[in-house]
């Protein structure tokens, strides 16, 4: 007997792209599962487009939106025993795509899945050799690849046993990936499920992710930032975009790359020393991921 499904969406101000993702949904050949969408107070035509298809909506508003207590409410809510994440940016690009995602688990190989994401066709060169690393065609993920939230799927009890961290904004997906291969869960990365997804970021954008992505490693880690080991890293990354810009001939591209990886790596390295401070102090309280989102609301 085929197990119960539930897809849990989250979105603020998708318009320009959640018709999309919600139609790549239902043309899967799958159509027995439930939808719940949440969504964190939209201003434009979200729940306009979401309402034209059958869902379940949970409306919570902006500042209540914290990434890992609203993924643990919509799975306590779900009634599926298979939960499957999909970004309401996050375009399923084959009609099977669904099914080559949940079949590992099904198969009982996995208690986990995650996609493979291909950027958009507007993606940044930088961007599509970032993806093109993390989501290779064929084998496995590279290992800091733990899990990926955008399309993804996991059982109910590999929930139960660890759910969502509420830390830190952000990072949440990779903090369970990290648990779970630590405490014996199986999670796959499953190529053959394709979706597209990707973000041409602003430098402030970027800033602001790579902020959150430090201050949340910090508390995943728990290792330590030095300014020496930013420098390796703007070094290497710079390095490795220069190539790839130079094979594809993008000028613009190459001109802006050293400016882009400093702010990449400067950010996280930011964020993280937030995240020590917060973890020495013993400070619980609204982080600073959380507060730059909110103020951007």
Same mark, same amino acid.
């Given at each position: ?6 897809? %849990? ?17 239902? =043309? $899967? ?19 306009? %487009? ?5 869902? @379940?909506?949970? @409306?919570? !508003?902006?500042? *209540? ?7 643990? +409410?919509?799975? @306590? !809510? ?87 961290? #509420?830390?830190?904004?952000? =990072? #949440? ?6 648990? *779970? ?6 999670? @796959? /990365? ?10 041409? /970021?602003?430098?402030? $954008?970027?800033?602001?992710? +790579?902020? %959150? ?11 330590? *930032? ?9 070094? *290497? ?61």
């Amino acid at each position: 007997m085929s197990r119960k499904v539930t897809v %849990i969406m989250r979105s603020k101000d998708s318009a320009w792209v959640i018709g999309q993702a919600l139609s790549g949904l239902f =043309s $899967q050949v799958r159509r027995d599962f439930e939808l719940l969408v949440v969504d964190s107070g939209s201003r434009d035509a979200t729940l306009d %487009i979401v309402s034209r298809f059958p869902a @379940r909506l949970i @409306r919570i !508003e902006a500042k *209540a939106y914290f990434p890992g207590a609203v993924l643990n +409410r919509a799975i @306590r !809510e779900a009634t599926g025993d298979l939960v499957v994440f999909q970004n309401s940016d996050v375009v399923p690009l084959t009609p099977d795509a669904l099914d080559r995602l949940l079949a590992p688990i099904e198969r009982g190989e996995a208690d986990a899945t995650f996609a493979r994401q291909l950027p958009r066709p507007e993606a940044h060169t930088w961007v599509r050799r970032d993806y093109a690393v993390a989501f290779p065609e064929r084998g496995e993920a590279p290992p800091w690849m733990t899990y990926s939230l955008p399309f993804a799927a996991m059982t109910r009890e590999a929930w139960l046993k660890h759910p969502f961290y #509420e830390d830190a904004w952000g =990072s #949440e997906d990779t903090e369970w990936g990290h648990w *779970a291969r630590n405490n014996g869960l199986r999670v @796959r /990365y499953a190529p053959d499920a394709l979706v597209m997804h990707s973000h041409n /970021y602003t430098l402030k $954008q970027l800033y602001g992710r +790579r902020f %959150i992505e430090g201050e949340a490693d910090a508390f995943i880690l728990g290792d330590g *930032a030095s300014v020496l080991g930013l420098a390796r890293k703007v070094g *290497a990354s710079w390095a490795r975009d220069a190539v790839v810009h130079l094979q594809t001939r993008d000028a613009a591209g190459l001109l802006l790359s050293l400016p882009r990886r400093l702010v990449y790596h400067w950010a996280w390295l930011k964020g993280h020393q937030w995240g020590e401070k917060r973890l020495r102090s013993g400070n619980t309280d609204l982080s600073i991921g959380q507060q730059v989102v909110l103020r951007r609301q």
